[in-house]
C-alpha cells in the first residue's frame, strides 16, 4: 500500500491541476438581472483631434435600466428613462455578446458587445461604433 501512495498523490496532482477554475466564465454566469450603474462614452474626432469622455452615473431617478438574460437565449432590456423596452435573442461566446434587434424602420441588426469583464456581480460591456467624423467607444458598467 505504501508503494501505492505516490502513484496516488500523481493522479491527485494530474486531476487537480486539470481544473477549470481560471477559465473565463461561460454564458451560465450571464443569466439573470443585471442592472446599469454607469455608462461611459468616449467620442473620438476622426481628424485628430482630441477625445472626449462623458460618464452618467445610473440608476436615473426615473428608473432603473436593466437587462435579463434567460437560459433559453433571450433577453429582455427595460429602460425607463427613455420609456423603452427591447427584447430578442442573444448569443455569448468568447467574449462577445451580440444582440440582434430591429431597427424602427424594419431593418435588422446586431449590437456587438465586448465583454472584458463577467464575474457574479459585474458585467461590462464594451460597444464600438462610428460615424462620418467621430469613432465612439461606450462601456457600461452592470451589477446584480
Given at each position: 500500500?505504501?508503494?501505492?501512495?505516490?502513484?496516488?498523490?500523481?493522479?491527485?496532482?494530474a486531476?487537480a491541476?486539470?481544473?477549470?477554475?481560471?477559465?473565463a466564465?461561460?454564458?451560465a454566469?450571464?443569466?439573470?438581472?443585471w442592472?446599469?450603474?454607469s455608462?461611459t462614452?468616449?467620442?473620438?474626432?476622426k481628424?485628430g483631434?482630441?477625445?472626449?469622455?462623458?460618464?452618467?452615473?445610473?440608476?436615473?431617478?426615473?428608473?432603473l435600466t436593466?437587462?435579463?438574460?434567460?437560459?433559453?437565449?433571450?433577453?429582455?432590456l427595460v429602460?425607463p428613462?427613455?420609456?423603452?423596452s427591447?427584447?430578442?435573442?442573444?448569443t455569448?461566446?468568447n467574449?462577445?455578446?451580440?444582440?440582434?434587434?430591429?431597427?424602427?424602420?424594419?431593418?435588422?441588426s446586431a449590437?456587438?458587445?465586448a465583454?472584458?469583464?463577467?464575474?457574479?456581480?459585474?458585467?461590462?460591456?464594451?460597444?464600438?461604433?462610428e460615424?462620418?467624423s467621430?469613432?465612439?467607444?461606450?462601456?457600461?458598467?452592470y451589477?446584480?
Amino acid at each position: 500500500m505504501k508503494k501505492m501512495l505516490p502513484l496516488f498523490l500523481a493522479a491527485a496532482l494530474a486531476v487537480a491541476s486539470c481544473s477549470k477554475s481560471d477559465d473565463a466564465p461561460g454564458a451560465a454566469a450571464l443569466l439573470g438581472t443585471w442592472v446599469v450603474q454607469s455608462e461611459t462614452k468616449v467620442s473620438t474626432p476622426k481628424n485628430g483631434g482630441a477625445a472626449t469622455t462623458t460618464t452618467v452615473q445610473k440608476p436615473l431617478p426615473s428608473g432603473l435600466t436593466s437587462i435579463t438574460f434567460r437560459a433559453d437565449g433571450t433577453y429582455t432590456l427595460v429602460d425607463p428613462s427613455r420609456t423603452y423596452s427591447d427584447s430578442g435573442t442573444y448569443t455569448y461566446a468568447n467574449n462577445i455578446l451580440t444582440l440582434p434587434y430591429y431597427s424602427t424602420s424594419g431593418v435588422q441588426s446586431a449590437k456587438i458587445l465586448a465583454v472584458p469583464e463577467l464575474t457574479a456581480t459585474r458585467l461590462v460591456t464594451v460597444l464600438s461604433t462610428e460615424d462620418a467624423s467621430y469613432k465612439y467607444t461606450t462601456t457600461d458598467l452592470y451589477t446584480r
